[in-house]
């Protein structure tokens, strides 16, 4: 569970969430949507532990965020600008993250890259491919470790119409084996074969919730 206490962030007297209050449920799949600047990301950012709030709080699974632990454990992350090591292939890109928790094997990463469109067997190095290659591999990343939290952050950009729908079948599969998948977007249509919740974001704050 992913608890939001009246959560607050001003970046350059501009709030980028204003007061935000939410209850993200284990295994759901839940839409984040709204024009570019709303906030989306930023709310994003926060739940991950990249940016500290001004005020209020983040608890996850009982644990508060920045106070009992620093990131929320178990997490997967796409996010804008990520840039995975340019020199390294897909593969070897995963095999460095794998070391970090060493929670995944080398067929998780095999697994997870074909899952993508991937070849795992590929040496081609990341400078090398092209953003939607680039993309798929960021997703792979998230999910090759089998995380609790998936964060995506506009996932199928760069995307042709067969990787959107191999990454839809993603999120569907992940939900099913539990995790709780947030996803931002700027387009509402492409939340709602994907999502259990929708969530309008403007201004910083949610200011429409869609139960699907």
Do not use: W
């Not at 949507?33 to 739940?47: D, F, H, P, V």
């Not at 608890?59 to 340019?86: A, R």
């Not at 839809?168 to 084996?177: A, D, F, G, S, V």
């Amino acid at each position: 569970m992913i608890l939001l206490q009246n959560i607050n962030k001003t970046i350059k007297n501009n709030k980028v969430i204003d007061d935000v209050s939410y209850e993200f449920e284990n295994g759901k799949v839940y839409g984040l949507y709204g024009q570019n600047g709303s906030g989306k990301t930023m709310l994003m950012r926060a739940i991950s532990g990249l940016i500290r709030l001004d005020s209020g709080s983040i608890v996850i699974d009982g644990e508060k965020l920045h106070e009992t632990i620093s990131f929320p454990p178990d997490t997967g992350i796409v996010i804008e600008n990520m840039e995975l090591l340019p020199g390294c292939s897909a593969s070897k890109n995963l095999e460095l993250l794998s070391k970090i928790k060493k929670s995944a094997e080398a067929e998780d990463i095999r697994h997870a890259l074909q899952r993508v469109g991937l070849d795992p067997d590929s040496k081609k190095k990341v400078k090398k491919f092209s953003l939607g290659m680039k993309q798929r591999l960021n997703i792979a990343q998230a999910i090759f470790e089998k995380q609790n939290i998936i964060l995506l952050d506009e996932p199928t950009n760069a995307l042709d119409e067969e990787g959107v729908q191999l990454i839809y079948n993603i999120i569907k599969e992940e939900r099913e084996r539990g995790a709780t998948i947030i996803v931002a977007t700027h387009h509402k249509e492409d939340l709602k074969e994907l999502c259990d919740v929708i969530l309008k974001i403007s201004s910083g704050k949610i200011v429409e919730e869609t139960v699907l």
